[in-house]
């Protein structure tokens, strides 16, 4: 894997001394196609019943510009286990990406580049670094990350060699090659979880699991990375919670993701491990169901395929009730777990992100001026989805490829991004269009083949 120095330059990494004690327990859910909007800590409507992600924000902190590596899940995933950014890992679209042969080009369009079927082994992972520094790991969820054709299988195991357990996890249960579940509930036909309840509801199960993992090493610092497999498709949830929501399955599954992050905050305030607990909330990619806010969904390089709903809680060190506006990406994560623990990112050359403890102190800013996307495929159902992009400060270039033109926005005026102002601003595009190119180069992209 080709070392990235030249995106390592400036990005302030730390090293840092943390006795045994003073190391935070680390939990970060992710939920699956969840944009900004459909929890309650943002501005959702009334409907929608999540009063544990409401209490993680309000004894935390809510980012309102977070957004994802990635408008769909097996790149953003990628990214947060490895601190690169997909372009760089060469996974750049969602398992299975073979160029050309299962995303065809419409008429006169380019094909699709190369994408990668499973996050190499050779990845940098957040996990392996915080097992170094004593921390009991366990993944919980979906992984996406682990060969081509689980639809196929009757149990989801694809190439189990890049399972969780593989990256520095001590128990996987949930994570094999599927991108969606097989049955929602008991029996699950996952080959990674043991079937116990016929009909289980299966966030139910992947909530029990965290609190089980939490209770039985209280006594020694752990994380755990609960990626549920709520929102995505197909849509169901138990009976019951469907009822009370007035028939609507999408909301019901809303309030049992919610149930599973609730659970996670009861167990730890009832082991007295609260408040030297990280907890993060955030999403694989824009929602599968639009944002009223921002433009387009899930699959394009617009914002409502990119922004994510976040809110970290940890009372030791995050003022409860604040709120940040500064843009914070997936690759972020791998330095911030790291670094709180007490390791080091200085030998790990390929990282692309940022530490957020300045954030999680109260400094308004981190020393970031840009962050970049790469989605060299065509994707049907959406505007702006093949396509380079970078977002500093308040504008966004989007580079085009095919006959989808070049744009420019200006996010802080334009939120739904109506108004293409490049004609008016060219020499902001101009600029912006060569430190896109540089980072292009830079992480050695796969371009798509333009007619």
Avoid at 78 to 106: D, E, W
Avoid at 261 to 267: E, P, R, T, Y
Wanted: aromatic residues 10%; charged residues 25%.
């Amino acid at each position: 894997m080709k070392p990235l120095t030249a995106l390592t330059l400036t990005l302030g990494l730390l090293v840092t001394c943390v006795s045994a004690d003073e190391k935070p327990n680390i939990v970060f859910i992710m939920a699956d196609d969840l944009g900004p909007g459909w929890v309650d800590f943002d501005g959702s409507s009334k409907e929608i019943n999540t009063p544990n992600l409401e209490r993680m924000a309000k004894s935390g902190m809510v980012f309102n510009r977070a957004y994802a590596a990635a408008s769909v899940c097996s790149p953003t995933r990628a990214a947060c286990i490895s601190g690169m950014s997909p372009a760089a890992l060469k996974l750049t679209t969602h398992i299975p990406g073979l160029a050309g042969k299962r995303h065809p080009a419409p008429k006169g369009e380019p094909t699709d580049a190369m994408s990668i079927n499973q996050l190499p082994l050779d990845s940098p992972s957040y996990a392996r670094e915080l097992k170094k520094q004593g921390y009991a790991t366990a993944f919980f969820g979906k992984w996406h990350l682990a060969g081509e054709g689980s639809i196929k299988t009757k149990d989801g195991m694809v190439a189990p060699k890049f399972h969780p357990e593989h990256f520095g996890f001590d128990i996987n249960i949930g994570g094999c090659a599927y991108g969606q579940p097989k049955s929602w509930f008991d029996p699950f036909k996952n080959g990674t979880i043991k079937n116990r309840k016929k009909g289980e509801y299966l966030t139910d199960r992947l909530g029990d699991e965290a609190v089980a993992f939490i209770n039985a090493n209280a006594d020694k610092p752990f994380h755990i990375s609960l990626w549920l497999y709520s929102v995505h498709t197909p849509i169901k949830a138990p009976k019951d919670l469907v009822k009370k929501n007035g028939g609507n399955a999408y909301l019901a599954m809303l309030e049992s993701m919610d149930g599973a992050v609730g659970k996670v905050l009861d167990a730890l305030e009832k082991k007295g491990l609260r408040e030297n607990t990280m907890v993060i909330f955030y999403s694989d990619n824009g929602g599968d169901k639009p944002t009223k806010w921002l433009a387009e969904k899930k699959g394009s390089l617009l914002e409502g395929g990119l922004r994510v709903p976040m809110a970290v809680t940890w009372p030791k060190v995050i003022k409860a009730g604040t709120q940040t506006d500064e843009p914070v990406n997936t690759m972020d994560f791998f330095p911030t777990f790291v670094h709180a623990a007490g390791g080091s990112t200085e030998g790990i050359k390929q990282l692309e992100g940022y530490d957020l403890m300045p954030l999680f102190q109260g400094k308004e800013k981190l020393d970031r001026d840009a962050l970049y996307w790469h989605y060299p495929h065509n994707r049907k159902g959406v505007k702006y989805n093949m396509g380079s992009e970078i977002i500093a400060g308040d504008w966004k270039f989007y580079l085009g490829y095919g006959k989808t033109k070049d744009a420019l926005y200006n996010l802080k005026k334009d939120s739904m991004e109506k108004d293409n102002v490049l004609a008016q601003h060219p020499e902001v595009a101009d600029k912006m269009r060569v430190k896109l190119e540089k980072w292009l180069k830079s992480v050695d992209a796969e371009m798509p083949v333009i007619p």
